[in-house]
């Protein structure tokens, strides 16, 4: 079991060895993320277990723990939102190989031996970002969602007019028997 994070790591070979990654990663240094923050302070938590499963795939499964400084949309303001998400990806070496995994799995296409373990963090928290951020209501400095009193207008009243068919009405008289 490894409790050191390193930079940049051999998947294959971590899986091979049943290796484990557990520890902390700061926001700082992951660029694509960071581009939709409002600062990058703070760090996440990672829990990565490297493993064959039972049908001879090279996978990792896991979990991510951050506190992320977001944008509020109603008052764009700081919204600190907490992201948990979970981690498990099969590593292949072509489309064509990840298209062929189990539902259980998101492929992780290998170009090269080594992968970047901030990289794989970073990309499964952009896809774990929420797609809208809000403060509760009774925290947003925006008051704009406050019940609003329902305005009556008046409407004019109608005008009577005349029916064009009422002069049919004199016409249509009944008529005396006349057998």
């Known amino acids: 079991m490894s409790t050191h994070l390193q930079d940049y790591i051999k998947p294959l070979s971590f899986c091979d060895r049943g290796e484990r990654l557990k520890g902390i990663i700061p926001l ?5 993320l960071v581009d939709s923050l409002r600062h990058q302070n703070g760090e996440v938590e990672i829990d990565l277990a490297f493993d064959i499963d ?12 951050t506190n992320l400084a977001l944008e509020c949309q109603r008052c764009m303001k700081v919204v ?10 099969a590593f292949v070496d072509s489309e064509a190989a ?6 259980e799995y998101d492929p992780y296409i290998l170009d090269e031996p080594t992968i970047v373990v901030r990289e794989l963090v970073e990309d499964e928290l952009i896809l774990a970002l929420p797609i809208v951020t809000f403060h509760p209501v009774e925290e947003c400095a925006v008051a704009v969602l406050q019940p609003v009193e329902e305005i009556y207008i008046p409407q004019p009243a109608e005008e009577k007019k005349p029916n064009p068919f009422s002069a049919l009405a004199g016409l249509k008289k009944t008529k005396p028997d006349s057998e």
Do not use: N, P, Y
């Not at 700082?28 to 694509?32: C, F, H, L």
């Not at 600190?80 to 990806?89: G, M, P, Q």
């Not at 990840?98 to 539902?103: A, H, T």
């Open 28 to 32: 700082a240094g992951m660029s694509r």
């Open 54 to 65: 039972s049908q001879g795939c090279k996978v990792v499964r896991g979990h991510l723990k």
């Open 80 to 89: 600190v939102t907490r992201i948990e998400t979970d981690i498990s990806l």
């Open 98 to 103: 990840g298209k062929q995994l189990s539902s």
